[in-house]
Structure formats: C-alpha cells, structure tokens
C-alpha cells in the first residue's frame, strides 16, 4: 500500500555519504562499439534510489507503507509472486496443487535454502508466519485473509499445506506475504523484535545498515536461492523533498527516483537528460484520494461528502498538477481492469450542485462572512498530508482554493511521513486526509473497506461502515465464480460511489528515471521492478567498489 525523512544531503555532503561503505571509482568512460565489456552482462556496483520517506519496520507481516514494503521485499520472499505478465509464479515454493474443491492448497517448497544467518529454512517457517499473523497480538493489517484458514499443516519439512474454511478467491494471492524466520522470532514480541531494524530473510539482499532519516543499505546475499543479483549493494538514500531528490539525480548523487509530473514533463526534457538517463512511464495500480474521518460529524452525512466532491475539479488536478499524466478515478479500482464498473455516479465539477447539498444538510452563511456555518459552527477543518510530496501538497492547495469558493475553510498541515502515518493516520488524529493506495491485480479490498478492519494499524482508518458493503466484500472473496466476483465488486464501487468515504481523484503514472548506466531493464505489465535481479551495470561503466 501507499499511505505513500529527515535529513536532506546536500551536494557537498555527498562524498561523505559512502565512505563508510564502498570507494568511488573514477567517472567510467564511455566504451567504445568494439568493446569486449560494453555491454556484457556483469556483478557490481551499487544501485542509489532516493526516497521521501524512511521505513518503519523490516518485517514484512507488520509493514503497511511503501517505503518499508520496498526494504522488506529484497530482503524476503513469500511463497509465491507475481511475474512481469501479473501472473502468479513459484518463489519460496517451486510448486503447489490446489484440491478439487478449491479449498486446499499443498506447497512444495524449494530444498536447500537457507536463511541469511545460514539457519535452514523449512515449512516450520511458513507454519510459525501463519500462526503469527493470526495471534491477536501481532498488530497487522494482513490477519484477515489468513483467519479464512481452517488447518495448517507440515507434512514435512518442504511440504505446507492449507485447508480453507470455504471458497476463498485470494487465497493463493495472500502467500505472498514474507515468511519470517522462526528460530529468530518464536516466543518473542515481534514489535520488539531487533528483526524490525536488522533483517534476516532469504532474498537477493541483506540487510548491511539504517541511518534514520539518511539511507538504509543493503549488500547482495551470496547464498540466495534464486541465484546472485548483478548489483552488488542497493543504497535507499531518504531525501525528503522532491526538488532536492531531482538535483542529487542530476548531480550522480542519486541513480533512481520517481519523478513528479512537472519533473517528467518540464525538467527532464532536454538533451543532457536524456544523454544519462533513461524514464519509463505507466499506469499503477495505485491511486490517490481526500479521505474523510467518517467519525467526524461534519463528515457524517453523506450530503457533505458529496459536496466536496462536487466542489472539486478533478481535470483541473490532472492538468494543473499532473501535466495530464494520471486517469480521473471513480472508485479504487484501474479502469482497464476486469472489476472496474464504468457505470458508476460521477461527480463533475459543478459547485452550484455542491452549494445546494449542503444548503440540505443545513450549512449557511448566517453571518455573511463567506464560510457557512451549522449550529453556530463554521465550517472549516484541517487536511493533512505528507512532507516532501509535492503532488499531493499542490492537490491539497487546488482543494482548500474550491472548497472556499462554496464556503469551506480548509487549513493544510504538512507533516513529516513517519510521525504523518503513526501519531495521525494510525491513531486516527485528522479530520480529512490526501493519500495513496498502492494495489495490486486481485481486487479483494476487504482489508481497506470492510467495518471490521478499523482498529489502529488497520487499513479502514477512515471507519467506512456500510452493511452491504461488507457482504459485497465477503461474496467476492468467497467465490470462485469470477461473474459472481464481477457483480459483488460491480456494486461495491456503485455504493462506495454513492457514499463518498473518499473523493477518488486520480489514478497516476509511475515515471521512474534511471541512469543508464544500468541495463536489463523490461518494461512489462508488471512494471519495471519485477526483474531487479537481472539488472546490470557493464564493467567499463561501474561507479563503486568494495
């Protein structure tokens, strides 16, 4: 998911920053077409990614933002994964049948892999993550898919098999979850885990160290079952603003980072940028979104969710602070999926329409000073969002522009994202709220929408509570027939529509720039993340060394 830090590097820091970690070699020169190592596939080097935001745990079953996901997902492996065409595929597992019935899946696990501190991993391991994630005590937002299980079993050592309590379509979807290592973590509290900041999984990485606020390093695990990586260290350096961020990409302070619209559009159109960096553009599955604290009265009748949602000029968004690069989104899900319904209610910008929503639900300028008020109240309430993201600061200013022409006072709070995420969202201190999912292909959103899921560190923060909603959830998860699924999720977004727990603003682009030193990268349906492994930097153009 995206809910998607604290000290920003300047230039002159720069060398400084890996003294502790590799050396820098001299600036490569550029080889020429008879070059035996031009293009040959080779290991080293590191790859440098800038990020906004620092992590907040490592261990994959109590990660619920983006920043830790990405750490979390080098260094663990799930049972399964999605490959570059979103199709399902072997990780931990090599292989699996599913019964008849549909109601239990038997994984067989690869042999001989081990853990980073050379412990043997088995399916004690698996069985030790299920039982974890279920224990009431282990704060995740992930129980729900594996409290549909009924057994759980090892029939030996590479073998784990689950039974389901009745047809559950994201079942094999949920094993991609990280499996944890149990003779690290039994008998333990996992928060208080020294997992949380010093790793130990099965994947291409290993954890190497985290500076708060300033990077987290990882080094490649020589022992990986899935083989080598070509890269040898992968550098998470945290920048959080994003003009900083685009200065350190241009300087060689930074190999990677997600340009903004303005960036994609403006900034990098030139010769020289294109001279040493590649971009990549894509539909996500992520979208972004003005939640509302459904606890909050003014946000309790739905007339005045309505409004807002009327009040605010989506195009203008997409145009003004997108550069056109995103979809206008009407509900959670991507518009070129199988469960997208097209035939939901819209909400075209029409302020007169909004004005007189809340004239019903009681709001008026008594007092003639251009907010309205209710009971004596005027209507103003505080948007929060996170530092350093500038797409969303801008969306949050175009919002609190509108509203004020209907006569809402928005005032907005940018916050630093660890503090934004546990002392804010997690513990429910806002009123209204700009942020991001990101999503995957399974349209199972139980987690995010279901009356269930609201306690602190769940998904449903904005404490949406519908009764068809959550049986129109629990149907699409408990079939396997795919028009039944279609026409729960049909009429999920028709309600979720009507209700407007969240104004859904827009579905945007990824537009990731790499420098092109580094090779083997294939845009798929996936992305382009899904590879990382295969990526390489030829010899003569290698920048560090160890």
């Known amino acids: 998911m995206t809910k998607k830090s604290a000290a920003i590097f300047g230039v002159v820091l720069l060398a400084g920053l890996f003294l502790s970690a590799c050396q820098k070699k001299s600036a490569p020169q550029k080889a020429g077409p008879a070059g035996p190592d031009a293009e040959t596939p080779a290991s080293g080097d590191a790859i440098i990614v800038g990020s906004i935001g620092?992590?907040?745990?490592?261990?994959?079953?109590?990660?619920?933002?983006?920043?830790?996901?990405e750490i979390a997902g080098l260094i663990y492996n799930g049972l399964i994964k999605y490959d570059q065409n979103l199709n399902i595929v072997g990780d931990l597992a090599q292989s699996?049948?599913?019964?008849?019935?549909?109601l239990t899946i038997t994984f067989h696990l690869r042999p001989g892999i081990k853990w980073q501190d050379g412990k043997p991993f088995s399916a004690e391991d698996v069985l030790f993550t299920y039982q974890t994630i279920i224990d009431p005590r282990t704060p995740t937002a992930y129980a729900s898919a594996f409290l549909e299980v009924r057994e759980a079993k090892i029939p030996d050592s590479n073998t784990f098999q689950v039974t389901y309590k009745q047809p559950f379509a994201p079942a094999l979807d949920s094993w991609g979850v990280g499996i944890i290592p149990k003779h690290?973590?039994?008998?333990?509290?996992?928060?208080k885990s020294p997992l949380n900041r010093n790793p130990v999984g099965t994947g291409f990485y290993r954890f190497a160290g985290w500076k708060t606020g300033e990077k987290i390093e990882l080094s490649f695990n020589p022992d990986c079952f899935a083989g080598r990586p070509y890269i040898d260290r992968y550098i998470y350096r945290i920048i959080p603003d994003q003009a900083t961020m685009f200065l350190e990409l241009l300087s060689g302070g930074v190999d990677e980072m997600g340009l903004t619209p303005l960036q994609y559009a403006r900034q990098s159109e030139n010769a020289k940028f294109r001279e040493n960096y590649k971009r990549y553009r894509y539909l996500t599955f992520s979208y972004s979104y003005l939640g509302f604290n459904l606890k909050d009265p003014r946000f309790a009748d739905k007339r005045v969710?309505?409004?807002?949602?009327?009040?605010?000029?989506?195009?203008?968004?997409?145009?003004?602070?997108?550069?056109?690069?995103?979809?206008?989104?009407?509900?959670?899900?991507?518009p070129d999926t199988w469960y997208y319904n097209p035939s939901v209610k819209k909400y075209p910008y029409d302020p007169e329409q909004a004005r007189r929503l809340l004239q019903e639900a009681g709001y008026q300028d008594r007092n003639n000073d251009g907010i309205l008020d209710k009971d004596g109240q005027p209507f103003e309430f505080t948007l929060i969002t996170n530092q350093g993201n500038i797409t969303r600061s801008r969306t949050a200013e175009i919002i609190q522009?509108?509203?004020?022409?209907?006569?809402?006072?928005?005032?907005?709070?940018?916050?630093e994202w660890s503090a934004f995420l546990n002392e804010f969202v997690d513990?429910?201190?806002?009123?209204?709220?700009?942020?991001?999912?990101?999503?995957?292909?399974?349209p199972d959103q139980f987690d995010i929408w279901h009356s269930s899921k609201t306690k602190e560190k769940e998904f449903n923060f904005v404490t949406f509570a519908n009764p068809e909603a959550d049986r129109l959830l629990e149907e699409g998860r408990h079939t396997f027939d795919l028009e039944k699924r279609k026409r729960a999720y049909f009429r999920l977004q028709?309600?979720?529509?009507?209700?407007?727990?969240y104004v859904f603003l827009y579905y945007a682009q990824a537009l990731p720039a790499i420098h092109k030193r580094f090779r083997g990268i294939e845009p798929a349906p996936a992305g382009i993340a899904y590879n990382f492994e295969k990526w390489y930097v030829p010899k003569p153009f290698q920048r560090y060394s160890w």
């Open 184 to 191: 690290l973590l039994a008998s333990q509290d996992i928060t």
């Open 305 to 334: 969710r309505q409004a807002i949602a009327y009040a605010i000029d989506k195009k203008e968004i997409i145009d003004g602070v997108l550069f056109g690069l995103g979809v206008e989104a009407t509900g959670p899900y991507r």
């Open 427 to 442: 513990k429910r201190r806002f009123e209204a709220v700009i942020l991001g999912w990101a999503m995957g292909p399974e």
């Open 401 to 415: 522009r509108r509203l004020k022409k209907i006569g809402i006072s928005v005032k907005i709070r940018i916050l």
């Open 96 to 102: 699996w049948e599913v019964s008849k019935d549909g």
């Open 494 to 501: 028709e309600i979720l529509a009507e209700e407007q727990p």
């Open 54 to 69: 620092d992590a907040s745990t490592l261990i994959p079953i109590l990660v619920s933002d983006t920043a830790s996901g």
